[in-house]
């Protein structure tokens, strides 16, 4: 699995290089401002809930009265990062089901570039189909829900689980892992889509190549890292990362 993170990784790279040269910018800078948009003011309004649901829950349980009245700064402190490990958890489980919307929304583009990347490796074109375009557009759907439920039942058991005192300390790095899999996963699915893999087939391939999804989806969160431009990249640097890394198996063949 190791190695197909790393050829994960690699792909954006090759990404980049591969938009540079083939002239993709158009397709890149207009949907990434409007996703960019779309990101901070999400995020602002998901901050803001994330903390009045946490001050609720320590209120209404009276678990904050409890732990003022036991005046330990030690219980101070554990409680004070269990409130911002459960923030952490709400904020990616509120950025993944910002998401899931942005994938179904986004499914016609990132599916025409996922088809372009590999028209121009294969050197041959796709022709284009709406009644084709639309089926795919509702198969991308159905399998964003069903991953969009496993996620948000994932999530919320290790929402629980991060209340227990430092075992709930690496609860964050469990959800940002299962983050990046279903995120990388919906990425690589265009490929599967267009090689005619049923969706129970599509989950079986990607499931045997975690390592791809999981890479894909890690450096699109990282990439979010670099405030502004990295907004504006991830979504279509990731699909087309995707799609490239599918090639490495290929070659190895």
């Given at each position: ?23 993709l910018?158009?397709w890149?800078?207009i949907p990434g401002?409007i996703?960019?948009?779309l990101?901070?003011?999400g ?5 803001k ?5 946490i ?5 209404e349980t009276?678990l904050?009265a409890?732990?003022d009245?036991?005046?330990?700064s ?9 409130g ?5 958890i ?13 994938l ?12 372009k990347t590999?028209?121009i490796i294969?050197?041959?074109?796709y022709p284009?189909s ?5 089926k ?14 496993w996620?948000t039942?994932y ?6 689980i ?6 709930g ?7 940002l892992?299962?983050?990046?899999y279903y ?8 490929s599967?889509e ?8 599509s ?9 791809l ?11 979010h ?6 907004w504006?990249?991830?979504?279509s640097y ?13 070659e190895?063949d």
């Amino acid at each position: 699995m190791l190695k197909e993170i790393i050829i994960a990784v690699q792909s954006y790279f090759k990404a980049h290089q591969f938009i540079r040269k083939h002239h993709l910018w158009k397709w890149i800078i207009i949907p990434g401002l409007i996703y960019a948009v779309l990101f901070v003011v999400g995020m602002y309004f998901f901050g803001k809930s994330a903390t009045h649901v946490i001050e609720l829950l320590s209120i209404e349980t009276g678990l904050k009265a409890w732990v003022d009245k036991m005046q330990s700064s030690l219980l101070g402190f554990f409680f004070a990062l269990g409130g911002v490990m459960l923030w952490l958890i709400l904020i990616m489980l509120y950025f993944s089901w910002f998401k899931y919307i942005w994938l179904i929304v986004g499914s016609p583009l990132f599916g025409y570039l996922s088809e372009k990347t590999e028209s121009i490796i294969e050197g041959k074109d796709y022709p284009f189909s709406f009644p084709q375009l639309m089926k795919d557009m509702v198969r991308g759907i159905k399998l964003a829900m069903r991953n969009v439920l496993w996620q948000t039942v994932y999530t919320f058991t290790l929402l629980i689980i991060s209340f227990v005192p430092i075992v709930g300390w690496i609860t964050p790095l469990v959800v940002l892992m299962i983050e990046c899999y279903y995120y990388g996963f919906s990425m690589l699915d265009y490929s599967c889509e267009r090689q005619k893999l049923s969706p129970g087939q599509s989950i079986e391939f990607i499931g045997k190549h975690k390592g791809l999804a999981i890479g894909n989806g890690l450096i699109f969160y990282l990439m979010h890292g670099l405030i502004g431009i990295g907004w504006v990249l991830a979504p279509s640097y990731a699909v087309i990362a995707a799609t490239l890394s599918l090639y490495h198996p290929k070659e190895g063949d």
